[in-house]
């Protein structure tokens, strides 16, 4: 069994987090417009162009998420922080599930958008995040203790 660097371990959840925030960045002006344009006039209002390029930042955000799950599911905590870690990767998890849902609830084809869909996955990553932030800061408080 190989043994946990605790440094090298602080260093993977570091480069997690902050791929994470770098996304978040990213998507956050295209997902802003996506929604007051939704609310104010209808994803019919969108061009093809434009509803493919946000189709396409929020799958890529998707796909850096699910592989920051791989990477936390194959990481090697210290012993000591085991319970935080899993939990840590089940919320990051959750987190990565519920803007794949948000995803899915655009239908880029048909030029549609489940709304509700949208709107309970906007709610739970929020939420996601929440938990997310806690269980890393909890971790790093544990390991600086």
């Known amino acids: 069994m190989r043994k946990s660097n605790p440094q090298g371990y602080a260093n993977l959840l ?46 890529k955000a998707v796909d850096l998420y699910k592989q920051n799950v791989e990477t936390l599911k194959k990481a090697k905590p210290p012993v000591q922080i085991l319970g935080r870690h899993k939990q840590l990767t089940s919320a990051y998890e959750t987190y990565a599930q519920d803007c794949e849902l948000m995803l ?29 932030s806690k269980a890393f800061d909890r971790i790093m408080a544990m390991m600086m203790g």
């Not at 791929?19 to 609310?39: I, R």
């Not at 899915?104 to 709304?115: P, Q």
């Open 104 to 132: 899915t609830s655009i239908d880029e084809a048909n030029k549609k958008i489940d709304s509700e869909q949208f709107s309970k996955a906007e709610q739970a990553q929020d939420k996601d995040m929440d938990a997310v």
């Open 14 to 59: 570091n480069r997690v987090m902050e791929s994470s925030e770098q996304m978040g960045e990213e998507v956050d002006p295209h997902f802003q417009n996506f929604k007051k344009t939704l609310a104010l006039k209808g994803i019919d209002s969108l061009s093809d162009r434009d509803l493919h390029e946000i189709v396409t930042i929020f799958k």
